[in-house]
């Protein structure tokens, strides 16, 4: 690390979130500043944020505790997954970093099915559905309608009395089966993501015109990959990290990935306060750069680096943590 990084590194704080986003990890960002008023400490933050996703409220008080300690600046470092609730978080950055690796995902709320332990669904399959009930019906009553009319001596007004019994008899069933309460739930439901996302945007206004509501309701999926290159789409400043900094991460990648996959409580610890693995882990470790975004396309968007080692889900060699003072290990 050259004397310019150093310097870096001594006046921005960076922290290390990796794990389920929950009320608990929001404690454990609070004890991360140990009490320090905003205009006493660092006025910038780089948050590594490697995480499948979990409670929105937890996300959005992380997201407002962060921007009330870091009033400068608030970047977001994506090592590998970053998914649903850690993508709101990201709505609130300054700026984001992503790894060939990192990935984001769509905003939709998901919802436990009734009478299932752990099976959910997206908040917007019945809205959806409803929409393709109702475009299905119109279609049914249009064809049915030009059908009898041109095809017997019936006048219009008695061929549309038809087509209206013909198409209320198809989809009245249907139709009969849908909660106006559930509907109601869901759609309250959708607007979690939305007005959190708003919300958090207003800070350093990092998200493009139309990008909330494209992360709330765009994508096909609650899996969807969103890479470097569509991350672009949506957001105003999205970058690759710095070199020596993608470095530290990936000598600790083998614990980010144990902290993010694990279903216990998160890892949050500040930077500084992890050891890498071993000089022989972390030499030569510095991340080839794929080429150009608009000319070949890896995993992140990008073109993948080639010849490297085999890499863990967030970007970096599989390495063994060590851990200082009471920090439990992950």
């Not at 939305?194 to 206004?205: C, Q």
Request: hydrophobic share 30%.
């Amino acid at each position: 690390m050259s004397e310019e990084e150093k310097d870096e590194f001594g006046v921005t704080d960076y922290i290390l979130y990796a794990g389920e986003i929950s009320r608990n990890g929001y404690d454990q960002i609070c004890e991360v500043h140990n009490g320090e008023l905003p205009e006493t400490g660092s006025q910038e933050a780089v948050l590594i944020l490697s995480t499948l996703g979990g409670d929105p409220d937890a996300a959005f008080r992380i997201c407002r505790s962060l921007h009330h300690h870091y009033p400068k600046g608030l970047t977001v470092f994506i090592p590998g997954l970053c998914k649903s609730a850690g993508t709101l978080i990201a709505i609130g950055s300054s700026n984001i970093w992503m790894c060939d690796r990192g990935e984001l995902g769509p905003l939709d709320v998901q919802l436990a099915k009734p009478d299932e332990l752990f099976g959910r669904s997206s908040g917007l399959d019945l809205p959806q559905a409803i929409e393709n009930l109702q475009a299905q019906a119109i279609r049914t009553f249009r064809e049915s309608l030009l059908d009898i009319r041109m095809g017997g001596k019936l006048s219009t007004s008695m061929a549309a009395k038809i087509s209206t019994e013909l198409t209320t008899g198809l989809f009245q069933p249907i139709f009969g089966q849908i909660d106006p309460t559930k509907v109601g739930e869901t759609q309250r439901a959708m607007l979690i993501g939305y007005d959190y996302g708003e919300r958090l945007n207003s800070k350093f206004r990092n998200l493009k015109t139309g990008a909330l509501q494209k992360l709330t309701t765009g994508y096909p999926s609650h899996s969807f990959v969103i890479d470097r290159k569509e991350a672009r789409e949506l957001f105003k400043n999205v970058d690759r990290p710095p070199a020596w900094l993608q470095n530290v991460v990936d000598s600790v990648s083998k614990a980010i990935e144990n902290a993010t996959l694990s279903m216990d409580n998160p890892l949050v610890t500040k930077l500084n306060d992890i050891e890498p693995n071993s000089d022989e882990d972390t030499k030569d470790e510095t991340p080839k750069q794929g080429a150009d975004d608009d000319k070949s396309a890896g995993s992140s968007g990008d073109q993948e680096p080639r010849g490297s080692s085999k890499r863990s889900s967030s970007g970096g060699k599989a390495g063994t943590r060590k851990v200082k003072g009471n920090e439990k290990p992950a």
